[in-house]
């Protein structure tokens, strides 16, 4: 079946620096990958459509210069969050959307600790 | 949430009891779908019923639609102790973009 890699699964980083998520379709192409923030015991909040070779659409109320989205290949896009700060703390998970057929696939999640 | 919302928040049942969760969106769909989410973990598709579906079962689950009423519920028989985990509902809020839009969840918790 289909297959999404995200990594890394969690990370600490200290306030101010900048952290990269990856999300690979290891086993089919993905022109639309998507990105979700989900606070503890809370619901997936869609944050941005990251689309191959294109801008990422970011959803309502999103920073996009926080959350660099690149989606360079069919197979692998990369969240950035930028200058982080404690209130960036969350688990950030990915999905990919096949460019053949329907359904979607998602990513284990990593979960981004700011201290 | 983004779309809707999920009720009950919190199911606690026994093993071999059924359990029932509910969930209210918000615009037209083309389809709905329910997700499990087993703590900390990504999600896991469990079923998808399209907006011109009423019911649709899938081994021990079944989902039901009313989009008159825009609510979906999906039933879990003869539920087991590793059924415990967050059950999300999400809609395409009408959109082919490819964007999903999530309730706020049930947390089902299975004693054994």
């Known amino acids: 079946g289909a297959v999404v890699s995200q990594h890394p699964s969690r990370v600490i980083c200290k306030s101010g620096t900048s952290v990269k998520i990856e999300c690979r379709s290891l086993d089919f192409q993905a022109t639309t990958m998507f990105w979700y923030r989900q606070f503890p015991k809370q619901s997936l909040m869609l944050m941005a459509t990251?689309?191959?070779?294109?801008?990422?659409?970011?959803e309502q109320g999103v920073e996009k210069d926080k959350f660099l989205i690149n989606h360079a290949s069919l197979t692998l896009s990369t969240l950035t969050v930028t200058s982080a700060h404690p209130e960036d703390s969350s688990f950030y998970i990915c999905?990919?959307?096949?460019?053949?057929?329907?359904?979607?696939?998602f990513g284990s999640g990593t979960r981004l600790t700011v201290v | 949430s983004q779309q809707g919302e999920e009720d009950p928040q919190a199911l606690s049942i026994q093993e071999g009891e059924n359990a029932t969760m509910n969930c209210s969106y918000k615009?037209?769909?083309?389809?709905l779908q329910w997700y499990r989410q087993n703590s900390g973990r990504g999600l896991v598709h469990l079923i998808l019923i399209r907006s011109n579906e009423r019911e649709k079962h899938s081994g021990r689950l079944r989902v039901t639609l009313d989009t008159s009423k825009k609510s979906s519920s999906l039933l879990i028989t003869a539920s087991r102790a590793a059924d415990t985990a967050s059950y999300f509902c999400?809609?395409?809020?009408?959109?082919?973009?490819?964007?999903?839009?999530f309730g706020r969840g049930t947390q089902l918790t299975v004693w054994p």
């Open positions: 990251s689309n191959e070779g294109s801008k990422a659409t970011y």
């Open positions: 999400a809609t395409d809020a009408g959109s082919t973009l490819g964007r999903l839009y």
């Open positions: 615009t037209s769909i083309n389809n």
């Open positions: 999905s990919a959307r096949p460019a053949a057929g329907y359904g979607y696939t």
